[in-house]
């Protein structure tokens, strides 16, 4: 309720609670002590709204400042990671925006990230069409199914060392990325940069040769199976009849 409206409601009910008294109470000062109880209502409730948002901005202040604090400490011993991460496009984070749960030191045994809890770090930010289409992309399947050897969003992005595809030193810019690649394959020719990673199968767009390959072996494989299915029914359809036909020669 805004403080119009509790004003106007305070009258009325000041106005109402008059008309209830005798002459005798209003002549000793009733309804103005009704009046110094409303008002004094309302300076406490102005009290409590300037205390809750004090309390608020506190809450923040101990927040930020336990954050500034844990990152200090991360980088007494991680000072390369620091100064990495400074100059990258995550220069923003602190360590334990990614690194949720290492809480103190020593760290706990399993802190390092496997590569599925890496995907799973990056993509709770990093939503829609990068995540998706890495999860339906070679390397997302197989990282899923359980490699060890495939290709996570660190192998290709770095961790610590993010960067554009725009600047130079970006591990995915294009003149770095068959580099990039060399990394898992061995024989990465400078045609890798002109592929796209992060694209959506559909029939136009960089996805479109993907899409019709995955439509082609969908197809395939049904029409396979169909085909095994009628061939099997038409050779137990044949033995049947030659096991009947030798009966009736008996």
């Known amino acids: 309720m805004s403080e119009k409206s509790e004003l106007v409601q305070l009258k009325l009910n000041i106005e109402t609670s008059v008309r209830d008294y005798t002459p005798a109470e209003a002549e000793y000062g009733a309804p103005l002590r009704l009046v110094e109880v409303g008002v004094s209502r309302l300076d406490n409730q102005r009290l409590w709204r300037v205390f809750s948002i004090i309390t608020l901005l506190l809450l923040g202040v101990v927040c930020t400042a336990t954050e500034a604090q844990a990152q200090v400490n991360c980088l007494q011993c991680h000072g390369d990671e620091g100064s990495k991460i400074r100059s990258s496009v995550h220069s923003f984070l602190s360590c334990t925006s990614c690194h949720t749960n290492i809480e ?47 290709a996570t969003c660190i192998n290709c992005h770095g961790a610590h060392d ?9 591990k995915v810019a294009k003149e770095n990325i068959p580099q990039t690649c060399a990394s898992c ?31 082609f072996f969908v197809w395939l494989t049904l029409i396979t199976i169909t085909a095994l299915v009628i061939h099997i029914e038409l050779q137990l359809y044949h033995n049947l009849r030659t096991i009947l036909r030798e009966r009736k020669g008996r």
Do not use: R
């Not at 809890?117 to 199914?145: I, M, N, P, W």
């Not at 993010?162 to 600047?167: K, Q």
């Open 104 to 150: 103190g030191f020593p760290h706990p045994v399993g802190a390092s990230f496997n590569k599925k809890e890496s995907v799973a770090t990056c993509t709770s930010c990093h939503k829609g069409l990068v995540s998706d289409s890495y999860a339906k992309s070679f390397h997302g399947k197989a990282v899923h199914l359980g490699s060890k050897k495939s």
């Open 185 to 215: 394959h061995s024989q990465a020719s400078p045609g890798f940069s002109e592929g796209q990673e992060h694209f959506e199968l559909t029939a136009t767009g960089p996805g479109a040769p993907m899409y019709y390959t995955a439509n």
């Open 162 to 170: 993010i960067l554009g595809p725009d600047a130079p030193a970006s």
